[in-house]
């Protein structure tokens, strides 16, 4: 399957931990593309990388929140000290261009499901 | 800032027609997309239109307006596989993001 790969597809965690959230984007694209999506809402933009580069990250939490994309690996969303309002779904989505904001089509993973006791 | 308005449901019935419609208010438009999210899962992308006028795939049409900041969905010949989200979505400014309406849940019933 040569889709975007998320995982894990559910993780629970507990206040004032950690969670990794982890996306390979489709093949041969390098443009990444982080989403939180919460119960009956639409999808809110938190994060666009390219390898190695953060170019948009105005959708992310100023604390707490991080995001990468190593020249080798997965794209990492990392939360740290997670607190019950983190509980979500995080899409990640790919293009292959620059311009997939533009033109409108972006390719998206499963989600991962994190739930914060 | 950028906004997206569409309604929160729509019900009709297997075979009808139904039109899910879509306001934006954004600077630098490139164009509006639809995508389509079953029960929580991967958005689909569905269409995208760059230029007034109506684009047909299949059983799926998409209308913009630009002058009006307007667009619309438009599914013929329902099927209960078509209960779905739906969402339009448009670039930000800076044209480094989709942005996204709230989503409207389509429900089909036989």
């Known amino acids: 399957n040569a889709g975007v790969m998320q995982n894990p597809r559910h993780l629970v965690r507990r206040r004032g931990q950690e969670a990794r959230l982890r996306c390979s984007p489709m093949?041969?694209?390098?443009?990444v593309y982080w989403y939180r999506q919460l119960p009956e809402e639409g999808l809110k933009f938190m994060v666009y990388?390219?390898?190695?580069?953060?170019?948009?990250e105005s959708g992310m939490p100023k604390e707490r929140f991080s995001a990468e994309f190593p020249k080798e690996g997965p794209s990492i969303l990392r939360i740290q000290q997670v607190v019950r309002g983190d509980s979500a779904a995080y899409f990640c989505?790919?293009?292959?261009?620059?311009?997939?904001?533009?033109?409108?089509?972006?390719?998206f993973g499963e989600g991962s499901r994190l739930t914060v006791l | 800032g950028q906004s997206l308005e569409q309604p929160s449901e729509v019900t009709a019935v297997e075979g009808a027609i139904v039109q899910i419609n879509c306001t934006y208010q954004?600077?630098?438009?490139?164009?509006l997309s639809w995508y389509q999210q079953h029960d929580g899962g991967a958005p689909t992308f569905l269409s995208y239109?760059?230029?007034?006028g109506l684009e047909e795939t299949g059983r799926f049409s998409s209308f913009l307006s630009r002058s009006d900041s307007y667009g619309y969905l438009l599914l013929q010949e329902l099927q209960m596989k078509d209960s779905a989200s739906y969402f339009c979505?448009?670039?930000?400014?800076?044209?480094?993001?989709?942005?996204f309406g709230k989503g409207t849940t389509l429900s089909v019933s036989s």
């Open positions: 093949k041969g694209h390098s443009h």
């Open positions: 979505a448009c670039s930000n400014q800076a044209g480094t993001a989709l942005i």
């Open positions: 239109n760059a230029l007034d």
């Open positions: 989505a790919s293009s292959n261009q620059g311009q997939g904001a533009n033109t409108g089509e972006l390719f």
């Open positions: 954004t600077s630098g438009f490139y164009g």
């Open positions: 990388l390219q390898k190695e580069n953060i170019i948009d």
